[in-house]
């Protein structure tokens, strides 16, 4: 992976991708428990959630609602100290929280801009399901 990675030198460091790995693990579950509710509490007539993961570094985030919409944001690189087993190492790593989502919406026209972008956005999410994403291991 990209990132995480040590700051000097750029070395990579397998507790990092555990760690990061545990984030988007437990992002993921909380995103399917607040879907899930959604239809426990009646405000959808059914919900399904599937999650895959894959190993590449996570650059941005991105959803799509339906084929219809797509929210997008770049994850910034920040340098961090972090405590693994007691001992502080600096690495760069993304921060995703405070990304601004840039909101795309498809049209009855398929050549608008937002239709192009939604069915691109789609398209690549489809790529990536299809050929490296895997049932993610608990």
Do not use: C
């Not at 040590?6 to 988007?24: G, H, K, P």
């Not at 879907?35 to 919900?47: D, I, N, S, T």
């Not at 100290?81 to 405070?98: N, R, S």
């Not at 795309?104 to 489809?126: E, I, K, N, R, T």
Request: glycine share 6%.
């Amino acid at each position: 992976m990209a990132v995480p990675v040590l700051a000097d030198w750029l070395q990579d460091e397998a507790a990092f991708r555990e760690r990061a790995r545990n984030i988007a693990l437990t992002n993921a579950g909380g995103i399917a428990h607040s879907v899930e509710m959604l239809a426990e509490l009646g405000l959808v007539q059914k919900a399904n959630v599937q999650v895959k993961v894959h190993r590449a570094s996570s650059l941005f985030k991105l959803y799509i609602l339906n084929r219809s919409e797509a929210f997008f944001g770049f994850y910034p690189l920040r340098e961090r100290t972090v405590a693994i087993d007691d001992t502080d190492h600096t690495f760069y790593d993304v921060t995703g929280k405070d990304t601004t989502l840039f909101h795309h919406v498809a049209g009855p026209d398929d050549a608008s801009l937002g239709s192009q972008y939604v069915q691109q956005a789609q398209m690549w999410f489809d790529s990536v399901w299809s050929t490296i994403a895997y049932e993610r291991q608990s």
